[in-house]
């Protein structure tokens, strides 16, 4: 193994995660299968839900989002995301085996049997089917909609190079969700929303993805960071400038005001700085950038809080 991709392989967890230091040695493989030991890939989940409810708050003129939607959804994203992950892994097992980042995850690694593994993800999938049951009819038969995305998302990096582009589909679906909690139906403001999380996932997935460029080329997966080769900067920046714009866009639609833009603009100022810095030759650095869009993803949130509550005012 290399020193640069031990390093990435180390950085790929957060040890000093609450799951990672106190589980029993026995559901340590568990927590890694479920990647509660990396946390970002739930909190990403969780913005375009949180986002969601905070337009929906503005448009109903709300001082803030429902606290127990926004509790639901937390729950919802670590559970789903688990489960996801889980499945993923299940179908990536034998790819999983031939790439230097991922060849120690708990089922090429023999720590979990795949029908075991199966097991757990039925359970993590009845904690979240508990989570959706707790919202209205029409939030519930959306939130089983994207079931089918979630799905095949592991299959597309067999057949298209455009797997990132589902994991948009997939990965944005809460900004559907928060605001079908709150009315029951949707409309143009989440749509908009929700086309600009999938451009916002594009881009920070395909940063995420340049970790495995060299194993991927050898072994034939494919994504947008191999597609886009030489031409990354100018596709990222592409796809966070499209997303902060449709973001922006819909704020606009239920009537934002100056906190709501000045949360817009130091989402896309993050996200500019994501382009410039974003290296096809440095992995870690790619780690670094890919779960920085936490803090790019809060920044909005609050910008979308404070309209909320200073509208209501």
Same mark, same amino acid.
């Given at each position: 193994?290399?020193?640069?991709?031990?390093?990435?392989?180390?950085?790929?967890? !957060?040890? +000093?995660?609450?799951?990672?230091?106190?589980?029993?040695?026995?559901?340590?493989?568990?927590?890694?299968?479920? =990647?509660?030991?990396?946390? #970002?890939?739930?909190?990403?989940?969780?913005?375009?839900?949180?986002? $969601?409810?905070?337009?929906?708050?503005?448009?109903?003129?709300?001082?803030?989002?429902?606290?127990?939607? #926004? /509790? /639901?959804?937390?729950?919802?994203? *670590? !559970?789903?995301?688990?489960?996801?992950?889980?499945?993923?892994?299940?179908?990536?097992?034998? *790819?999983? @085996?031939?790439?230097? =980042?991922?060849? !120690?995850? &708990?089922? &090429?690694?023999?720590?979990?049997?795949?029908?075991?593994?199966?097991?757990?993800?039925?359970?993590?999938?009845?904690?979240?089917?508990?989570?959706?049951?707790?919202?209205? @009819?029409?939030? #519930?038969?959306?939130?089983?909609?994207? /079931?089918?995305?979630? @799905?095949?998302?592991?299959?597309?990096?067999?057949?298209?190079?455009?797997?990132? !582009?589902?994991?948009?589909?997939?990965?944005?679906? +809460?900004?559907?969700?928060?605001?079908?909690?709150?009315?029951?139906?949707?409309?143009?403001?989440?749509?908009?929303?929700?086309?600009?999380?999938?451009?916002?996932?594009?881009?920070?997935?395909?940063?995420?993805?340049?970790?495995?460029?060299?194993?991927?080329?050898?072994?034939?997966?494919?994504?947008?960071?191999?597609?886009?080769? +030489?031409?990354?900067?100018?596709?990222?920046?592409?796809?966070?400038?499209?997303?902060?714009?449709?973001?922006?866009?819909?704020?606009?639609?239920?009537?934002?005001? *100056?906190?709501?833009? /000045?949360?817009?603009?130091?989402?896309?100022?993050?996200?500019?700085?994501?382009?410039? $810095?974003?290296?096809?030759?440095?992995?870690?650095?790619?780690?670094?950038?890919?779960?920085?869009?936490?803090?790019?993803?809060?920044?909005?949130? @609050? +910008?979308?809080?404070?309209?909320?509550?200073?509208?209501?005012?």
């Amino acid at each position: 193994m290399s020193a640069t991709g031990a390093s990435a392989r180390l950085l790929d967890s !957060a040890p +000093g995660t609450l799951a990672g230091r106190f589980a029993p040695v026995w559901a340590r493989p568990y927590v890694r299968l479920a =990647r509660l030991d990396r946390p #970002i890939g739930w909190k990403l989940l969780l913005l375009p839900c949180w986002w $969601s409810a905070a337009l929906a708050a503005i448009a109903a003129e709300n001082p803030w989002p429902n606290p127990y939607h #926004i /509790l /639901l959804f937390l729950v919802g994203a *670590i !559970a789903m995301r688990g489960a996801g992950s889980t499945w993923n892994d299940f179908l990536d097992r034998d *790819i999983d @085996a031939k790439v230097e =980042r991922t060849r !120690a995850r &708990p089922l &090429p690694a023999g720590e979990v049997r795949p029908r075991s593994a199966l097991l757990f993800m039925g359970v993590l999938s009845l904690l979240g089917a508990a989570v959706l049951a707790s919202f209205n @009819a029409f939030s #519930i038969g959306l939130g089983l909609a994207s /079931l089918a995305i979630v @799905a095949i998302y592991p299959l597309m990096k067999r057949i298209t190079f455009w797997p990132q !582009a589902v994991l948009g589909l997939a990965f944005s679906w +809460g900004a559907l969700m928060g605001w079908a909690a709150l009315f029951g139906s949707l409309d143009w403001p989440p749509l908009l929303l929700y086309a600009g999380a999938i451009a916002w996932t594009i881009a920070y997935d395909t940063i995420y993805a340049l970790q495995d460029l060299r194993d991927d080329s050898i072994i034939g997966v494919r994504s947008t960071a191999r597609l886009f080769g +030489g031409r990354m900067r100018l596709a990222v920046g592409s796809f966070q400038a499209l997303a902060a714009l449709l973001v922006t866009l819909s704020l606009m639609l239920v009537g934002g005001n *100056i906190f709501g833009y /000045l949360g817009c603009a130091g989402f896309a100022a993050h996200l500019a700085w994501q382009t410039t $810095s974003v290296d096809s030759a440095d992995p870690e650095k790619a780690l670094m950038l890919f779960r920085s869009n936490w803090t790019a993803g809060l920044i909005l949130f @609050a +910008g979308l809080l404070a309209d909320a509550f200073v509208a209501s005012a």
